[in-house]
């Protein structure tokens, strides 16, 4: 049994590292515990303020001797946590020791949502073991299915080349987590596109991973949880399949996957498989034999080498709940409140793998991104030492504005608040300025107010967008003159 500590962190991931870290910088002359499953860490570097809230940083996977370097005062256990007993302030680690601590954070992120559990065809991607397991796959690939619609599949499907990719969506358009339809259409032709022109020059992360010690088993069968994937995680994989071709991409839209079958059992329901669609017809039945089949909603039943599930993740509470009263979110995280504080004693949570249970500013909302786990990670260190020095913390100015900053299709994309109207009923209009091949500027307004925006491109309005939608100025008064290429609207609101 170790002595008592005054902080934990649990996870090795974006939150769980940016928690220790500030703690470490708050507490000089006290250790602080960080438990993780994974030889490496997740650390924030090159990190730019761009404006008030929006943020670019790179992620870097590193040992976890060098955050030790970093901070002396932080000692990392390599090993995953078996339970937690927060009636006795106690944690259970796999490899059979406690430790007692006065007040942990709980980042242990979240897991992919897979859409067939063990089953050796269906690769989820989240982290780089994912990755990397994928990329073994595609290079004897012809066929491949993806499911869901977030950032990974809009990136995946993009980048992969010399495949057929059917990509299922249970939408009408793609990219549902970041765009409406009308940003999706300006991006479909860049989708469809034959020759690819060369990206620009990637300033973030580049990920390195050692070779895992642990051979045997099919790729991407590994259990432990690696670190999520930010929006570059296919730099320096050659996503390239067995064909000639460049770029084949048939999208099934409103649908899901209904049934996985694999070869034997396919062969047994006497149906019929589809061939690759040719334009926007299904030419017929396929002759070739497939190692998986793929039913969809929508009838249509096409064989691949393997499905890719990209749809999402669950928060990875399991290892906490047993012999916990924890509140737990209708996604499944564990709630949280305004402090970062979870419905237990001393036990707090951030990133992933927890639910913001907080009365929302009207201009922000919870997603499980990068950002905001660096965010949630820095701010719960704070209200952890706020909380040990008796002292009251206001809410983090970050969780005033949604924002975020990312790049698909080599084009860079800002999201703003309600981007998408959310929760905004029907009671909003849209504003589009759309110049093809160049930029995507949409507005969501509200009662004269801007309430959110999505900038697709170089604009160079995120700064002036972002003051708009945070002082809430009444804009009725400019119309439609709002979005006018030939006025500078930046002079207006400086």
Known sequence: MEGPRRFAVVGGGIAGVTCAEQL???????DIYLMTASPVIKAVTNFKQVSKTLEEFDVEEQPSSLLEKRYPNIKVIQSGVKQLKSAEHKIYTEDGKAYTYDKVCLCAGAKPKLIAEGNPYVLGIRDTDSAQAFQKNLAQAERIVVVGNGGIALE?????????????????????????????EFLLPKLTAGSRETPMECKRTKYTLEESKEKGGPAGASDTLGSALGPDWHEGLHLKGTKEF???????????????????????????????????????????????YVELTNGKIYGCNF??????????VEPFLDGNNFAVGEDGGLKVDRHMHTSLPDVYAAGDICTAAWEPSPVWHQMRLW????????????????????????????????????KFFNYKVVVLGKYNAQGLGSDHELMLRCTKGHEYVKVVMQNGRMMGAVLIGETDLEETFENL?????DLSAYGEDLLNPDIDIEDYFD
């Open 24 to 30: 470490a910088a708050e507490f000089p002359s006290e």
């Open 156 to 184: 995946l499907v993009y980048e992969i080349q010399g495949c057929e990719v059917i990509w299922a969506i249970k939408d009408k358009a793609i990219g549902n987590t970041f765009f409406d339809a009308g940003a999706a």
């Open 469 to 473: 939608i945070l002082n809430q100025m």
């Open 246 to 292: 460049s770029h084949k991409v048939h999208i099934e839209i409103l649908c899901e996957v209904k049934k996985i079958h694999l070869q034997q059992e396919f062969i047994k329901l006497h149906q019929t498989s589809l061939t690759f669609p040719k334009g926007e017809e299904n030419v017929g039945a396929d002759e070739v034999l497939w190692p998986v």
């Open 371 to 406: 950002t905001q786990a660096r965010q949630m990670g820095w701010y719960a260190a704070k209200c952890m030492a706020a909380d040990a020095a008796g002292e009251s913390i206001d809410t983090d100015f970050s969780f005033e504005l949604f924002a975020h900053v990312t």
């Open 307 to 316: 499905v890719v599930s990209a749809t999402g993740v669950v928060p990875n």
